[in-house]
T-cell receptor, first 113, second 115 residues
Framework: KNQVEQSPQSLIILEGKNCTLQ??????????LRWYKQDTGRGPVSLTI?????NTKSNGRYTATLDADTKQSSLHITASQLSDSASYIC????????????FGRGTSLIVHP | GAVVSQHPSRVICKSGTSVKIECRSL??????MFWYRQFPKQSLMLMAT?????????EQGVEKDKFLINHASLTLSTLTVTSAHPEDSSFYIC???????????FGSGTRLTVV
């Protein structure tokens, strides 16, 4: 069964600090992995998309890494801001078949001033 | 970039009535649309997958007669919650995409409250 596990479940940091969120998956065959940011009461917004051949991708202060061999990904947030407080969701899509993505449960990040 | 518009953003309805939620892809043709449901502090739960011009595929436990999905064109899908009850109150989100582009772009979500 395809699974996506995220850790930590929740995280509290001070404004200006860095943090790293983890995502492990068992989805196979692999097509792509995406990180989304979801503010409370809003739809998820895409931060990064990575395919099998990509190891790292940045979007401003967000940097995602992918190790397709170990099936692990991380999202690093640099110099956190209060507006980074949100849920971060890792989504992995398979290739072939129905292409239905598997969602992680998300990491809830709270940035305190 | 790909934009998906979802309406309404919030709706309050009386128990027993039906509510229709629209999901439109504004600048691309969405061959596949997904409908999700999200309860507070929980992850998105896939309800159904629809491909343009064909019947939706519902996930196990989702009542197809209660949650009617129509995907009549490549830019529009609708979810109708029929005979809504308070337990149907939730956050409903659509996502639309083209497999070729990997891109499944989410709508902004609809907060449904059934009173």
């Amino acid at each position: 069964k395809n699974q996506v596990e995220q850790s930590p479940q929740s995280l509290i940091i001070l404004e200006g600090k860095n943090c790293t969120l983890q995502c492990n998956y068992t989805v196979s065959p692999f097509s792509n992995l995406r990180w989304y940011k979801q503010d409370t009461g809003r739809g998820p917004v895409s931060l990064t998309i990575m395919t099998f051949s990509e190891n790292t991708k940045s979007n401003g202060r967000y940097t995602a890494t992918l190790d397709a061999d170990t099936k692990q990904s991380s999202l690093h947030i640099t110099a956190s801001q209060l507006s980074d407080s949100a849920s971060y969701i890792c989504v992995v899509s398979p290739s072939g078949g129905s292409y239905i993505p598997t969602f992680g449960r998300g990491t809830s990040l709270i940035v305190h001033p | 970039g790909a934009v998906v518009s979802q309406h309404p953003s919030r709706v309050i309805c009386k128990s027993g009535t039906s509510v229709k939620i629209e999901c439109r892809s504004l600048d691309f043709q969405a061959t596949t649309m997904f409908w999700y449901r999200q309860f507070p502090k929980q992850s998105l739960m896939l309800m159904a997958t629809s491909n343009e011009g064909s019947k939706a595929t519902y996930e196990q436990g989702v009542e197809k007669d209660k949650f009617l999905i129509n995907h009549a064109s490549l830019t529009l899908s609708t979810l109708t919650v029929t005979s809504a009850h308070p337990e149907d109150s939730s956050f409903y989100i659509c996502s639309a995409g083209s497999v070729r582009n990997y891109g499944y772009t989410f709508g902004s979500g609809t907060r449904l409250t059934v009173v």
